[in-house]
């Protein structure tokens, strides 16, 4: 950390952390890293070791057998660019990391089994898309839309009850952005024991993207990946900046969204 951010820190710390107890805000100056160093934090370990090997048994179950995305910490949920791989945010690593994002925050995203079983279905259709190299053809724009040119999935207003969507994680994510939606799409046709075909047979452009990615995950399905090269965007393990510049930056890019989005709704 250099002079700049412990300066910052410091003031952060003692104007938004005073609602964290004692013993969670002496966590906060730590680097990321070295706090989940201290923790022993690993994703080779219980809890999220069961998840992770659920995920792939569910990959296998639906016919994708050559797909195990190497899952990691990262900052947040995301799947890097290109990568067949899956990062998790840091704070699943341990009960008083998810109590700090708790109650700065106001959630924990895969805080809960089921939250955690979409989250990892959803960025495990990322990780098809990059470790096939899915193309963009014709037939995957007419059904997914062209590339809007911004990724800002933060930022959207849906319409709640759009026939062309699938719904799986909250907000009516599949509406962020195309990749979204093809990786909610996704998340949906590998989730065990759901008839699709009967739940969205009154959504038939959501029907639609089903049947299309069905047909991707069958020609596939039996083919090893294009690309293996796993490159840690964003690992946590490496982050040098504290716990509290950590959420710094993160509180003041929510809030930013925010005022975006009221501005969005207001003029839409
Ligand atoms: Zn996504």
């Known amino acids: 950390m250099n002079s700049g951010e412990r300066v910052t820190v410091k003031r952060e710390s003692t104007a938004n952390f005073s609602r964290l107890p004692a013993r969670l805000r002496r966590l906060m100056n730590e680097r990321i890293c070295d706090v989940l160093w201290m923790m022993r934090a690993s994703t080779a370990q219980a809890p999220v070791k069961r998840y992770v090997e659920n995920l792939y048994e569910e ?124 990786a909610e799409t996704f998340a949906v046709a590998i989730t065990p024991e759901m008839d699709w075909e009967s739940k969205y047979r009154n959504r038939p452009g959501a029907l639609r993207k089903l049947r299309f990615v069905r047909s991707l995950i069958r020609r596939h399905g039996s083919q090893g990946l294009r690309e293996k090269t796993i490159v840690r965007t964003s690992d946590a393990s490496r982050m040098r900046i504290s716990l509290a510049r950590h959420y710094e930056v993160r509180l003041m890019n929510e809030a930013r969204w925010e005022r975006q989005l009221r501005r969005l709704a207001a003029s839409s």
């Open 59 to 182: 990959l296998a179950g639906a016919g994708l057998r050559n797909l195990r995305p190497e899952v990691y910490f990262g900052n947040e949920w995301f799947s890097p660019g290109g990568v067949p791989a899956i990062a998790m945010p840091f704070y699943l690593a341990h009960d008083d990391l998810r109590e700090i994002e708790l109650l700065l925050t106001g959630s924990v995203e895969g805080g809960t089994p089921s939250a955690m079983r979409k989250l990892l279905r959803h960025e495990a259709g990322h990780s098809f898309d990059h470790g096939y190299r899915i193309p963009r053809d014709f037939q995957w724009r007419s059904t997914f839309g062209r590339d809007p040119g911004v990724y800002r999935p933060e930022v959207y207003v849906p319409d709640v009850l759009s026939p062309d969507h699938v719904t799986h994680l909250p907000g009516h994510y599949a509406q962020a952005h195309p990749d979204e939606d093809f």
